[in-house]
């Protein structure tokens, strides 16, 4: 892209290192063939500024080829149309075939997630995202209330992450074509149709900002309404020792809500069935000593397993820096085996399962995913209970 270029779309983009598999995957897709995309004749509107094609459909109503957006101003006006709206589905294009090493293969990787409750608040949403000028009016009043020099000129960039996949929401109407929305994360933005609106800032951005995060919320109470009876989780008998080491990807713990997580707790969900299973080395296997199922006053449980699982963070010198990570828990060269290990299997109301390993020795730690995280000492002490040591 030229200088000139880039000064019509208002910023630049910034190198930074791939966020998959170490390799800077930018995709400059450029559909030559669109989706008709009729708007509802009070919607339409004649912008003559630079837009970016529209991409090409699948039978989702979702993208099946990526065009940058590249641009931060647009018409004013909501960004989709909110009468007749009657689903919302969430597009995952995959663009590279790397998987990011740092996680487990993502089952159901590109596979739409339609919205059927809750369509409204989701237009919502999308609607009151802020155009450029309004945010950059914030960004001035959060200056001078703080005392600091008002900025005249607010410039804006991209960065270059190479995302393992493009996000965009396809709304469909009665009666008529989607509308479909870019999910810009290297750039902050939501697009359609020439409008551009800003994301929240922050590190949700490369989440999708808030518009993920409300279609995720709706998404897991959709999926509870419709889930039936829950089973609760049983205990294994003797499972494999190196498999609670997390000694390769396909031994991390089972999450089955990381899909549809995003930034909230590691348990979102009200929770259904919990079992706690207690091992104890034998070989090289792990031999069950003793479980225990619980069905009822689940929320104390829930609060006490985000909290144990949460990421904490303390400020530090202008930076951030966490606190509650430790070695306990990963494998590695001299790492020492688990010896005594607490599972705790979490049924939510989705149907969706997670376990979380609790090492009780040579060393203590939460593990619900790669890492370990110091244990708790309110969590060990209720499954001490629960269990009688």
């Known amino acids: 892209m030229t200088s000139s270029a880039k000064d019509r779309a208002g910023g630049s983009r910034s190198r930074r290192a791939p966020a998959v598999a170490g390799v800077l995957t930018l995709l400059a897709l450029v559909a030559t063939a669109s989706f008709p995309l009729g708007l509802p004749e ?56 790397h998987q990011d090493p740092l996680l487990p293969p993502e089952r159901d990787l590109g596979v739409p997630r339609t919205l059927t409750v809750g369509v409204s608040s989701m237009i919502a949403i999308l609607n009151a995202l802020p155009t450029r000028a309004e945010d950059d009016a914030r960004i001035r009043a959060r200056e001078k209330a703080a005392g600091r020099p008002v900025p005249v000129d607010l410039p804006r960039g991209c960065n270059a992450v190479g995302f393992l996949t493009e996000l965009s929401f396809s709304v469909r109407y009665a009666g008529g074509p989607p509308a479909v929305v ?64 997390n000694r390769t990807y396909a031994d991390a713990p089972r999450d089955d809500i990381r899909r549809n997580r995003g930034r909230a707790g590691h348990l979102p969900t009200r929770l259904v069935a919990v079992t706690a299973c207690r091992y104890v080395r034998d070989g090289d296997r792990m031999r069950l000593r003793g479980h225990r199922t619980l069905r009822d006053g689940l929320e104390p449980v829930r609060a006490l397993l985000n909290d144990a699982t949460a990421v904490q963070v303390r400020t530090n010198g202008g930076g951030e820096e966490v606190i509650n990570n430790t070695e306990c828990g990963r494998s590695g060269p001299g790492a020492t085996g688990v010896r005594d290990l607490d599972v705790v299997w979490a049924a939510d109301l ?17 593990v619900a995913d790669l890492g370990g995280r110091l244990a708790p000492k309110a969590l060990l002490d209720t499954l001490d209970s629960w269990l009688n040591r």
């Open 350 to 366: 989705t149907g969706a399962v997670v376990e979380v390993r609790v090492w009780r020795s040579p060393c203590r730690a939460v």
């Open 42 to 97: 009070a919607f339409s509107e004649v912008w003559t500024g630079v837009a970016s094609p529209e991409p090409p459909l699948d039978s989702d109503g979702c993208p099946t080829a990526w065009v940058d957006n590249w641009h931060f101003d647009g018409p004013p006006g909501p960004l989709v149309p909110s009468e007749g709206a009657t689903s919302v589905t969430l597009c995952e294009l995959v663009t590279s075939q």
């Open 182 to 245: 870019r999910l810009d994360r290297n750039c902050g933005t939501a697009s359609h149709a020439g409008r551009v609106r800003l994301l929240d800032g922050g590190r949700s951005v490369v989440h999708g900002g808030q518009p993920m995060e409300t279609f995720l919320a709706l998404y897991r109470e959709q999926l509870a309404s419709t889930a039936g009876a829950v089973e609760p989780p049983a205990c294994a008998t003797a499972p494999l020792a190196r498999r609670m080491e």
